[in-house]
């Protein structure tokens, strides 16, 4: 959920099968990204994060070179240097492609309709088209909700903390997101983030900083946001998105319904959707589907995204792949 999870996920794995680099990244407020309140679903700061990475990639400067003599943040070690003055000449930042799911399937049809020239495709998988026609069932009510939102923004303006929102919890629990499924499946995808115990329980000190052991996902996002997040319609967007875009889109699906990606499809000048059996977690979880909408998602990209005839050498592919906090 918002945030990388695996060393190198599954679709970076199957771009290098077809040498094609990718850059992943942690939104900012999320694992190892820095900015509070931790956890922050924002979505108009997620596509700024998304043009922030766009435009790294199309001035290569995914690290400081000597040049840029003035950066105090970093120094480039030997093997970013190496990185850059090999990998990265192979890379042609006049062809990029986005890709996103979930949340981030909707961020990338957002960031679509804004035109970057050499933004040449995207892929959407069982991206959240509008938040507010969401399936998924809530043990909270709009007014416990309200309320909540309420004594956020007490607590923010009156002590600098916040009070946050549970996304998922066991039977009985208060949670946006109600249901064994969504509570089994989320364990299982943050599983090496945060333990058991961290899962259901972890509150957030804003004064700790990132480096001492902020970088766990956290069950919840401050209550407040549920107003930004409500009003979220990256359907709008698609209309505006002008490349080619597969929207890949789960048969029984409830956070993202296929109804509005089969919509947003259609909206968009080069839109295409295409259905996979599953639900929203099995994109992630489930071995088959997962493998097939990687699958199609790298085969995509091979056909958009035509290499300039160098090739990537595997010990630099792996590296690649990996960049975070942008």
Known sequence: MWQVF????????????????????????????????????????HVEDWKSAIR?????????????????????????????????????????G???????????????????????????VIGCMDIDKSQIESSLSRSQICMSVAWDWMMKMTFGWRSYLRLVGPEGTSVIASGKRNYENIKELVA????????????VNQSQPVSDGMTKWINGYPAARSLDIVGYRPIDSAEKVKCPCPFIGGSLDKWAPKSLIKEASRK??????VELKGHHFDFALNKNTNGE???????????????NGASVNTEHKAKLNVGKNL
Not at 192 to 203: A, V
Request: proline share 4%; with cysteine; hydrophobic share 35%.
């Open 293 to 307: 909408a990687t699958s199609k998602a790298a085969s995509f990209f091979k056909k958009h995204l035509q290499m």
């Open 56 to 96: 790294a990639v199309s001035e290569l400067k995914l690290f400081p070179t000597s040049k840029q003599k003035n950066h105090k943040d970093h120094t480039p070690t030997e093997e970013e240097k190496e990185i850059l003055s090999g990998a990265l000449r192979c890379i042609d930042a006049n062809r990029i």
């Open 192 to 203: 090496n983030s945060c333990d058991e115990r961290e899962f259901l329980f972890r509150h």
């Open 6 to 45: 695996e060393p190198i996920p599954s679709v970076v794995k199957a771009l290098l099968k077809h040498e094609i680099a990718s850059l992943t990244f942690d939104y900012r407020t999320f694992g190892e990204s820095d900015g509070n309140p931790r956890a922050d679903v924002d979505p108009k700061a």
């Open 98 to 124: 986005s890709w996103g799911e979930s949340f981030s399937g909707g961020h990338v049809i957002v960031v679509g309709a804004h035109q970057f020239k050499n933004v040449k495709c995207i892929v959407s």
């Open 268 to 273: 968009a000048k080069e839109g295409a959707y």
